[in-house]
């Protein structure tokens, strides 16, 4: 599919200080970093360190920050802003919603939609998609191919549901949710009680409720909480092959990378940061602000507002020091080693 | 969906030793934690600590243990009993009855069923399910929405599927074993010969076979045997984002939780427990009723019915005094510059 | 179903130096290691270490080195060959051929593709497929059950899709190319630019590129390219759940084994293997041939052609002298203060 999105559309989403160099009646065919633009393409220039590679670069529309002392080529358009990273997302945004264009409003023929939901007629349904009694399913969403709704889950206007996501019943989607292939929402929540020799399964009764503007990655995993919900809050955004155990509460706009795993009952406060691989234990408090290196394990709670590295977690400085001395042990065994052999000889 | 279970239906399930308060023909609406419970919601105490959130607690029935001293408001109904978490669990298994209500038996027309597979009357199939030809599913299984079974699988009684499971061609299942959306059995097992230059794969030609009883997670991986099967014994229970690969053999009521991960032809007795991100080098053996904490990997045979913690794997108390002392690493390069200079003086 | 492959079609496919006992017109009617083979299996001895059981083992055919001096029981057919395991996997070769076989050309009348897709009329298309337009593929590629194919996607010839694979739009594999039920290629990339207290998502509008020969595990994600594709170079192994996070660059003939977790903007030259849980932040480089033992972590440009272990990545052999050290603080705490309590009694 050929992207055109037209310059006057670039300039009324972008908040530009000023503009060099040709406007024309052109459109951009595209994004891409400064070294692999084509003609027609957008890209930007973080810093005056990129003058050469722009000398270099075919792009037809640079942003870059205002104060930068370069000049436009023949036939290339600048575009000077204040924050060009923010601006620049703000374009690729435009291409992105010619990729990703709104698929019409319908139920595919090939869905299997029960008559007992209440879905907005603006709603997308794909093919092969499952939505069971109960639902009900705001305007403007997008429910992708293979899809699993099961019963009663409420979904907010504008979400969308890439293929083969699964709502296990009873999951409530605030508003602009996207949640991507593969992710399964409101499974059970791993618990049993040892009885007899034997794990006897504890029933998960409760469900997954996660707030407006979530982002779930790929193949996540969110469990359903037993007796009160598993939470993630407003804003929050969750990567690729993530765990979130039972009754976790995540708070608003927190980050958590690929391969995190949150143990059940956790708590993480508004802005908590998990880098990859980082992961808490359960019934564990992590304050607001709250940044856990990659590999960081919470095996207590954490205060907020704090860098943290290691396991179990401590300050990130701190950890950075333990890291390097723990480089200097053979070192330190031989400095011992010496020590003893002198007071030995004396 | 409102969840209705009448009082009796609680009363012929619980073991309970005595009763206070309303028995009347009323019916529990839910289940809560104590501070989250409505009217209608049953909840349970664990011990007299929680006597004020009880006070507080809107909740209609309450199990509690035998010996606490606490006496049930107007309205409520006190259950006594010898273990609460366990009795509360069996309450729970009748809403979670209601939650996930079997649905009736027969195969969906939007499924795609191989003329040539067995499958048992009280079998249901829900829609966009394909089974391959030589598949046997045995009385009372559920395979839900989207679920892919490939040829010459065999399926026991009571078998669940969630959503879009792949069981791969030859996999076996026992009785009642529970698997989770997403998840995928009997992939081939990652295995290569460096030929040439080139990773020349190695068929995968084995299959995959699980007891009675257990229970795996969302997204959870379990490759397939190369030769022989990879086996997960009666009753082990798996969690989300696992991976067990090929030529594993998981001993019976053993626990995995999320995203531990098993090298190839490793032997886990039975008991054995690892707790999340916990994993095992390949062709190791794993003692019965060995437990590894968060994070510890086994480089080498773990004697069984010990805790281990750390990489490799060590006793956990050693590790978590290891753990303290790499703490204090910073004083103890203090120490030694201090010792020298000292030595020196002398 | 029964295997079945014919004495002269194995003959044909190995290279094998002289053989021993009886031809016949026999067929192999599996492969299994040698213990559990059964009469009419063939199995494979790596060293004369594994005579006894030889003796015991109802295998009709034996793959052995060239060298060994063991002869053939009644009944029993022997191939001496240069390399044991490589020839083993060829015969297995053909076991997989008849247990995978090559489903008829066609396009199932469940599957959902578009008319604006272009594919070869060998190519197999099973239920529930969803192909968009756009999409073109290439001569004897199957794409398996659930597997959903995003707008103008390409596929190379050969390639196959196990069940519920999803490539999201513009996604290139090359040839032969072997993807795994769950796995998911072109999700968005986790990026966001952090504005006025809330995560703005950064349009993620380029697209992964999988070089031939590449074969990716049950439930791995690879995510997009935001600006440049993600790129899996030719031949290059990627096992269950692993994490590619947008704009990787790997290499020709990786190994990535299950759980590893590639942070954005890497790249792996070519032959790196990271084991298990091996993982790298972002914008770095591995060098050619670079192996990372399990667990480790590189974060900063790692050298080619070495072998490294812990985090922050270091070279083996101290990372195994260090972690032995570790083990021995205990004692090192306790020879200091020996120093010190010395020291003052002087």
């Known amino acids: 599919m050929e992207i055109s999105v037209p310059y006057n559309a670039v300039l009324d989403r972008i908040d530009y200080t000023s503009f060099d160099g040709e406007l024309g009646i052109r459109s951009i065919t595209g994004v891409a ?3 692999e633009a084509k003609t027609g393409d957008a890209t930007f220039v973080a ?6 590679e722009l000398e270099k670069s075919a792009a037809s529309l640079v942003i870059l ?18 924050s060009p990273a923010i601006e620049f ?9 010619q990729m990703w264009m709104r698929p019409p409003p319908g139920i595919s023929p090939l869905a299997d ?9 603006s709603v997308t349904i794909e093919a092969f998609v499952s939505i069971a009694e109960g639902v009900e399913i705001g305007p403007d969403c997008v429910i992708g191919k293979g899809s699993v709704i099961a019963a009663d889950c409420k979904l907010g206007e504008g979400c969308v549901l890439r293929s083969r996501v699964t709502l296990e019943r009873d999951t409530v989607l605030g508003k602009r949710v996207r949640i991507h292939s593969g992710a399964v929402l409101g499974a ?6 040892f009885e007899k020799g ?7 009764v409760s469900c997954v409720i996660v707030g407006d503007d979530v982002e779930i990655g790929a193949n996540a995993t969110i469990d359903r909480g037993r007796l009160s919900p ?5 804003g929050t955004k969750i990567d690729n092959l993530v765990q979130v155990a039972h009754n976790c509460v995540i708070g608003k706009h927190c980050i958590l990378c690929a391969l995190v795993g949150l143990a059940g009952s956790t708590t993480l406060e508004d802005y908590v940061v998990f880098a990859g691989y980082a992961a808490s234990a359960g019934h564990l408090t992590i304050g607001a602000g709250a940044q856990l290196a990659g590999e960081c394990v919470a095996y207590s709670d954490l205060e907020g507002g704090k860098k943290y590295g290691g396991s179990p977690a401590m300050p990130l400085m701190a950890y950075q020091r333990i890291r390097i001395l723990t480089r200097r042990l053979p070192d330190l065994f031989k400095r011992v080693t010496q020590l003893e052999s002198q007071l030995l000889k004396d």
Not at 188 to 193: A, H, K, Q, V
Request: aromatic share 6%.
């Open 230 to 234: 598993t939470r993630i809050g407003e």
């Open 65 to 82: 920050e205002e104060g930068l002392e370069l000049q436009p080529k023949n036939g290339q358009l600048f575009l000077r802003v204040k």
């Open 33 to 35: 970093s400064l070294e």
């Open 113 to 121: 939609v029960s008559p007992a939901a209440k879905i907005d007629p």
């Open 198 to 204: 034997r794990h006897r399964k504890v029933p998960q």
């Open 47 to 52: 810093s005056a360190n990129f003058a050469d």
């Open 89 to 97: 997302a703000k374009l690729c945004e435009l291409v992105a919603e």
């Open 188 to 193: 059970d929540g791993f618990g049993y009680e």
